[in-house]
């Protein structure tokens, strides 16, 4: 009928978003400053957990940390490659030292926001990796061309040794959370003596010879948190 109403256009979907960061205050003030114009699909804890609910919920958006419990950002970034391999990487993180921008990128970011960037910088950056861009909020001193260029002398310092493969990288930020061997078969889903075997190799590798400097070498490479 030509006198006919014309139906309402359907509202475009909200870009889904998973947030992982295992401060709670900072968890909920990210939830708040986006839920506004985003999907907040779910918040997780841990970087075991970001894979699981990467895996189950598809997001677009992921925001992420460096410093995660159980397995940092940007070993979970390499996996999240597999299991959610369309979703866009945010790492929103406190390490402004671009060596960590340049390992963020190699692992697969879209953008990098430092926390101590203003909430607007966050909320560009959302939009430019919507609209297919990367961006990195500002750092002073940094040359960010080289870094989202990957040329590898911008992140050379500091760069996680590129001799551990990526079960070595799992069990040393374990090992340095102070888990035990048992432990760490746990998480893992392997035996103690795989584990033992694992440490003793890494350990070789990287030339250090007790926990304790294990766990200096995971705090300086932003592994763990630092104390």
């Known amino acids: ?41 779910d918040t997780v804890e841990d970087g075991r957990a970001l894979l699981g609910a990467a895996e189950r919920l598809r997001p677009d958006i992921i925001l992420l940390d460096i410093s995660m419990p159980l ?93 551990l493969t990526a079960r070595q990288r799992e069990i040393l930020q374990l090992v340095a959370e102070g888990r035990t061997a048992r432990e760490i078969a746990g998480v893992l889903g392997i035996s103690r003596k795989t584990v033992e075997f694992h440490k003793a190799s890494i350990m070789r590798l990287l030339r250090l010879h007790t926990t304790a400097e294990l766990t200096r070498y995971a705090m300086a490479h932003g592994i763990i948190a630092s104390a």
Do not use: C, W
């Open 1 to 41: 009928m030509s006198g006919a109403t014309p139906l309402p256009a359907a509202a475009a979907p909200r870009p889904r978003v998973l947030i992982a960061e295992d401060h709670t205050l900072v968890r909920e003030g990210l939830r708040i400053l986006l839920a506004g114009e985003l999907d907040i699909v």
């Open 71 to 163: 397995l940092n950002g940007l070993d979970a970034a390499r996996q999240l490659a597999q299991v959610s391999p369309n979703s866009k990487l945010v790492f929103v993180t406190m390490h402004a030292d671009p060596a960590y921008v340049h390992q963020a990128f190699r692992a697969g970011a879209a953008a990098y926001v430092v926390k101590s960037s203003a909430s607007s910088h966050l909320i560009e950056a959302i939009q430019e990796v919507l609209a297919g861009r990367r961006y990195i909020s500002p750092i002073p001193g940094a040359e960010l061309s080289h870094l989202l260029s990957g040329d590898p002398k911008a992140g050379a310092a500091g760069e996680l040794s590129d001799a």
